[in-house]
């Protein structure tokens, strides 16, 4: 299994960055070069992810069309909340997200990434290799992307006022 870790302050309201983090528009656009989707398949295709609400993404890669449902399975809102694969390619994938307010117009963001690769001996040769970096490299496009949105006035496009 592999732990990836990031911590990011973000010059916006808690409440800003928790609800940014867990919208479906805000993870597609972050994920644009991968041809990534929600499809209605088993839950939601947009809007803000709650507790017990599960996405179907299908993306685009190493040229292979894979498909991921997640589900939130804790939320204590504003200041985490995690979503783990119900079904995908990875045996085991959990993220947790955990808010820390900073100052009114300041928050911390940890996220904390676990995943394992299917077929053990040769999964774990996979982690190594390629999926350590590969997957480091997406989480930390996709915190930039919710850094970007929260702290420009481009939030109001994702969020209800």
Request: glycine letters at 6%.
């Amino acid at each position: 299994m592999v732990t990836l870790g990031e911590l990011t302050v973000i010059g916006a309201p808690i409440e800003r960055c928790f609800d940014l983090a867990r919208s479906v528009e805000v993870h597609l656009a972050g994920n644009v070069h991968c041809g990534e989707a929600a499809i209605a398949a088993a839950g939601i295709a947009s809007g803000l992810m709650d507790l017990g609400q599960r996405v179907t993404w299908r993306a685009k890669h190493f040229s292979i069309r894979l498909y991921l449902t997640s589900e939130i399975t804790a939320m204590d809102r504003p200041v985490y909340f995690q979503d783990s694969m119900i079904q995908g390619a990875f045996r085991f994938m959990r993220h947790d997200h955990v808010f820390r307010t900073l100052s009114p117009d300041a928050t911390e963001m940890r996220d904390v990434f676990r995943f394992a690769a299917p077929l053990p001996v040769l999964g774990r040769l996979a982690e190594i290799a390629v999926l350590r970096t590969y997957m480091h490299a997406l989480l930390r496009e996709r915190i930039a992307f919710v850094k970007q949105v929260a702290e420009s006035a481009s939030w109001q496009r994702y969020l209800p006022l």
